[in-house]
């Protein structure tokens, strides 16, 4: 039980105490907004995050589905369904007791569950390492950007321009919907599910840090300098801020496809992790 406790603490943490990178981002959009209606929608933005963590409340009212990330330790005392099981615990004791929204249904007959747990929910992604460590971060993520995120296939003949073109795209028909400015994540390569998983994990990565790949690092750069060219700006009321930052992640892929994926992350980017 020590765990399920520790894993609902997690989950508080996550919705109601956005991380400082994502704080410092938005006070920096703040002083720099030249949009006085853009303005007051960040000074807006940065007092909800100042009283959701003075009383350990949701930052916002669509805690989403929880997805979960593990880097599990191969010499871990901990078993992979004993965690497992503790994180389905933990989402439902933290539905009761924060409390979270519950948001899980059936996406045919839309009975929801009551406890945000469901058919493959919450959304657990694995990765393995040689420690004795279990790192567990929770990303809540809402339906706002989540319905505006986009997965194609590009003929690999468009490169790079068809790239930035998919994501500008993307941008410009979600307009004020995900509740700019928005963190871009972006997955290119591998499978159309590897390019949607891996633009989803990029909003693991801090605002402001960028790929060690000097090409990519430079994409990112400019595609959220052009991003911010287009004048939506916060909450879709126009300004300079569309987006706080571009994240994207890659991987090898087959030689005749170019999968691009694009997930949108609200300013509400909420996340937090612990080391068991």
Known sequence: MKLVDELVELILKAVS??????ERALAK???????????TQLKAILENIRLA????????QDTGILHFYLDFGAKSRLSILEVKQSILEATKKATEVIPLRPNAVHPLTRVNSGD????????IDWSFNESDEVKITVIPKGAGSENVSKAIVL??????????KFVLNCVVEAMGKPCPPTIIGVGIGGSLELAAKLAKKAHLRPLGSRHPDPQIAELEEKLLNAINMLGIGPMGLGGKWTSLDVKIEIAHTHTASLPVAVSFQCWASRRASITV
């Open 17 to 22: 105490d956005i991380p400082l990178d994502v």
């Open 29 to 39: 959009a703040y002083e720099t907004e030249h949009s006085e209606l853009g303005k």
């Open 53 to 60: 963590r003075k009383l350990r409340i949701p930052v916002c």
């Open 116 to 123: 945000n747990t469901g058919l493959l929910v919450p959304i």
């Open 155 to 164: 003929p690999p003949a468009l490169g790079v321009k068809g790239i930035a």
